[in-house]
Every structure is written in structure tokens, then in C-alpha cells.
């Protein structure tokens, strides 16, 4: 069992967390929403982006980042493109050099034009980022259609832990290291 933390509770960043959790890995799951936070960690559900969505019992919110990454060996952020630099800012500290650390947010930073892995890269203290990214919709894996999607990372052992995080009968994973590829 790995200890994750994801950063973002967005319906992307649930559905992650949820298909995670139902691998019986330990997830924390940051939401920037106080009433996210309660609604998971009440009544199992994300009230505010996917509330038809039973998420498993073992998922845990938490309103602070700083607690959702602290002895996590993995942090998945999901946060959207334009605040990951000040997410991840707030928990450098938390997040030793070495940590795998797996993009899943779409898009590129606005004002500097920087992808995402590039953002992580300058913002944490020599982090082993990778990203994952493919034709998916929180929704569809929600329901359990089969999906397909990539995990990136220029080095190759990287993108294989990621795989084999990720991966289920349901939710398939490709590796490669095509990073910017991935990410564009």
C-alpha cells in the first residue's frame, strides 16, 4: 500500500482519488472548498463536483495541504493550471527531494506559458515528476467505462511506478517518456 496525497478535489482529482483508494492505497485528498472537505469525509460523496458519486469509505479530506502531503511517498496534483505554483508553494517544505510527484492537471501555467511538469520542477525541491494524461472524463471512469490514458516521465522507471500505481482492469495505463507529448 502506497501513501498518496492529492492535491485538488475537482471531479478529476476525486475520480483519481476514488479509483486510488479502491486499490487500497492510502489517499489524502487536499480540497480548497471547507464544505468538499466535509461533504467527503461525512457523507463519502464530493456534494459540490461529483454528488452522485459514492466514493470509497477509506478516502480522507482534509482542508490542509501541509497534512494531506506529510509522509506521503506520492503527490498527484490535480489542482487547476493556473494556482498549481501557489498549491505547491504552500507544501514544499512537506515534500522531500526524490518524491514521485505525478501531474494531472491540464492546461499550462497563464502568465508564464510553462507546462505543468515545469511548474512542479521549479517549485519543489528536486522532485521526480511525472504526468498523466489522456482522452478521459471523471464521470466515465467514475462509472467504471474503460479507460485509457498515459503516464510520463523522462525517467523510465518513474513512468513505470506511475502504471503501476494507476492502474486497474478498468482504468489502463500506458508508460512512456514523452513527457511534453503527454502533457501538450
Known amino acids: 500500500m502506497t501513501t498518496i496525497a ?14 486510488l483508494a479502491g486499490k487500497q ?24 463536483f461529483l454528488p452522485s458519486v459514492d466514493l470509497v469509505t477509506t478516502l480522507r479530506a482534509f482542508g490542509d495541504p501541509v497534512e494531506a502531503v506529510q509522509g506521503c511517498s506520492v503527490v498527484l496534483s490535480v489542482a ?12 514544499v517544505e512537506a515534500v ?22 515545469a511548474v512542479l520542477r521549479e517549485s519543489l525541491r528536486d522532485p521526480r515528476v511525472a504526468v498523466l494524461s489522456g482522452p478521459s472524463f471523471a464521470e466515465e471512469v467514475c462509472q467504471n467505462q474503460p479507460t485509457a490514458v498515459v503516464a510520463a516521465a523522462d525517467d523510465p522507471v ?10 486497474t482492469s478498468r482504468f489502463r495505463v500506458y508508460s512512456n517518456q514523452d513527457v511534453v507529448g503527454v502533457e501538450l
Open 6 to 19: 492529492v492535491l485538488g478535489a475537482g471531479s478529476w482529482g476525486t475520480t483519481l482519488a476514488n479509483v
Open 25 to 48: 492505497h492510502e489517499v489524502r485528498l487536499w480540497a480548497y472548498e471547507p464544505e468538499v472537505v466535509e461533504s467527503i469525509n461525512r457523507d463519502h460523496r464530493n456534494s459540490v
Open 96 to 117: 522531500p527531494p526524490k518524491t514521485l510527484v505525478v501531474s494531472a492537471t491540464k492546461g499550462i501555467e497563464p502568465v508564464s506559458l510553462k507546462l505543468m511538469s
Open 158 to 167: 518513474s513512468a513505470t511506478e506511475v502504471q503501476q500505481i494507476f492502474a
Open 80 to 91: 487547476p493550471s493556473h494556482v498549481v505554483r501557489s498549491v505547491v508553494s504552500r507544501v
